[in-house]
């Protein structure tokens, strides 16, 4: 390691198993160390792609799977999938296992690894094609397999449209299963529900608003300015008027109850009176949009109420975690 430090190569040590390292720019190669600082040892060499990577004087890189085979047929006894990308994945998956119970051809051929475990090289495969061809010693090919290489996998992968036959299987693979009939019926009652809230929301609206444009427009006189204690310094106005019966009532308002804010006491401002019992009181500024800043926030809550129970249950359904993150962003897409 010292002799590949001193020529000048970018070694990288993974902070959450130290005893990893990987070696960049090592002539045309990458090299995966494992082991403590006295026993360090190559784990893995990953070629890059080099277009003048052969085998037998045949190119590997960029070939299909049934040509790859072909090519290196010799010494492919024993030969066997995992279905991680041991390129991208030397150390293996951290759950340890190299396929799933699901696992399909297609998914074997879209990023699995074809390993040769007599001559321990392993051909990483990206949708269909070799894209990476990796070494071990064949004492470290990992097992188990999780299949041997079928005559099913070789028709597969002469097909003219193997990528997008592959990419089609991917997103029918992390598609959701429809919903059931139980939560059709739920998300049914949830849109019924939604629509009868905004309803009942709008209505109340109306009426908040058709409350306030009847309001009685009466003159008041500000009485003192108060600044309210705190960062802001918001200031309140005590403004007194009379009444319906003539009495003198004193009412508390803030600066965006006004159009144009009172600066002293003894001013003469309007202040609009819905004859409730009790009475509401509020400047004209706030009168007018009394019906927005009270019931608009209720919306929005119902709203967020509704997309935060439909995300639950979406996500409670039947299906892979990804599949469903990437179906929702397709539908936003679409």
């Not at 130290?18 to 040892?41: H, K, N, Q, S």
């Amino acid at each position: 390691m010292a002799v590949i430090e001193k020529a000048g190569l970018k070694v990288h040590r993974r902070a959450d198993e130290p005893d990893c390292i990987r070696v960049e720019g090592a002539w045309g190669m990458e090299l995966y160390f494992t082991g403590a600082a006295e026993e360090e040892r190559v784990w893995q060499l990953s070629v890059e792609h080099e277009e003048d990577y052969h085998w037998g004087g045949k190119p590997l890189l960029d070939t299909p799977l049934h040509r790859a085979f072909q090519t290196v047929r010799k010494v492919c006894g024993g030969a066997g999938w995992r279905a991680e990308d041991a390129a991208s994945e030397p150390y293996g998956r951290s759950d340890g296992s190299g396929a799933s119970d699901n696992t399909t051809n297609e998914d074997l051929l879209r990023e699995g690894t074809l390993w040769l475990p007599e001559v321990g090289i392993g051909l990483a495969m990206a949708d269909g094609t070799v894209c990476d061809v990796v070494w071990r010693n064949p004492s470290d090919v990992p097992q188990p397999f999780a299949s041997r290489v079928t005559d099913e996998q070789l028709e597969l992968s002469r097909r003219p449209d193997l990528g997008e036959h592959l990419l089609a299987s991917w997103k029918q693979r992390i598609q959701p299963p429809p919903p059931s009939r139980n939560r059709n019926a739920l998300e049914v009652a949830l849109a019924i529900l939604l629509v009868l809230s905004l309803a009942y929301i709008g209505w109340k609206a109306w009426q908040e608003m058709m409350s306030w444009q009847k309001a009685a427009n009466i003159p008041g006189r500000v009485l003192n300015i108060e600044t309210k204690p705190g960062k802001r310094a918001e200031k309140l106005y005590h403004v007194e008027y009379k009444d319906e019966s003539g009495r003198n009532q004193v009412v508390t308002l803030e600066r965006p109850d006004f159009y144009v804010a009172p600066r002293e006491a003894g001013e003469t401002v309007i202040v609009c009176v819905v004859g409730d019992n009790p009475p509401r009181v509020k400047g004209p500024a706030r009168a007018k949009d009394a019906a927005f800043l009270t019931y608009m926030p209720w919306a929005i809550g119902v709203l967020l109420l509704y997309f935060l129970v439909r995300l639950v249950l979406y996500f409670r359904a039947p299906g892979s975690l990804k599949g469903k993150i990437i179906g929702l962003l397709n539908s936003n897409d679409d």
